[in-house]
């Protein structure tokens, strides 16, 4: 006879799964936060994770801008490259291609790129000195770069606007063969006051953001908001 008391190794009961073996759930996102991946799926365009706590507007324009800004550098890269296969290979230089870069590309690459550079933080600050501070001087200094930014991007659209409407108005264009970019002078001109546009559009919107958190953090460049 087989002893009862005795145990069949081979009938051992299952061990119940202990609280430190059972899966873990993933922590739901709080409410509005989209993730680090929510802007890297709006766009191809690289933008900082903290730019998610800005206006739609306020990314959308800053987007256009890095493209525009993209497409000026493009077309500078293509106009230098096709003046030198034209002068050294066939003798038979554009002659206009300086003019296009001083007045059209390199005015591209700033102005264009005034909106991109406030929405990522790319443009030099005073990061250091700005952490010292006291809450109430940050308050107090988010507010005066505030009215820096919006009065320097007012001033540059207006005088910009002028001057466009001042060349369209006399007709104002390079005469033929000449040196210059064989296009109306207000195009080019037109560059300023767009980039400004575009400065005070996200500044005026992202306003209440920034007066109460101020810039996002650069966290390609250290940056300390």
Not at 42 to 71: D, F, Q, Y
Not at 98 to 105: F, G, H
Not at 122 to 142: D, F, I, K
């Amino acid at each position: 006879m087989v002893n009862g008391s005795a145990k069949n190794p081979g009938l051992e009961p299952t061990p119940e799964p202990t609280p430190e073996s059972a899966p873990v759930p993933a922590p739901a996102p709080a409410p509005g936060d989209d993730g680090p991946g929510a802007i890297a799926d709006e766009g191809a365009t690289s933008m900082p994770a903290a730019a998610v706590s800005m206006h739609p507007v306020v990314r959308g324009v800053g987007r256009a801008s890095a493209a525009a800004a993209g497409l000026s550098v493009f077309c500078l890269f293509v106009v230098m490259l096709v003046e030198a296969g034209a002068r050294y290979l066939l003798s038979a230089p554009l002659g206009w291609n300086v003019s296009a870069v001083e007045r059209v590309m390199m005015p591209g690459m700033v102005f264009l790129a005034l909106p991109w550079m406030y929405v990522c933080a790319g443009h030099v600050s005073a990061g250091m000195v700005y952490s010292r501070m006291s809450p109430a001087l940050q308050s107090a200094a988010r507010v005066v770069a505030f009215v820096c930014i919006v009065v320097v991007a007012a001033l540059l659209f207006a005088s910009g606007l002028n001057g466009v409407l001042q060349s369209m108005a006399l007709g104002d264009a390079p005469p033929p063969a000449s040196s210059e970019v064989p296009i109306p002078t207000w195009t080019w001109l037109a560059i300023q006051p767009v980039g400004a546009l575009g400065l005070l559009i996200v500044a005026l919107v992202d306003a209440r953001r920034f007066l109460r958190d101020g810039e996002i953090e650069d966290e390609s460049e250290g940056h300390e908001s």
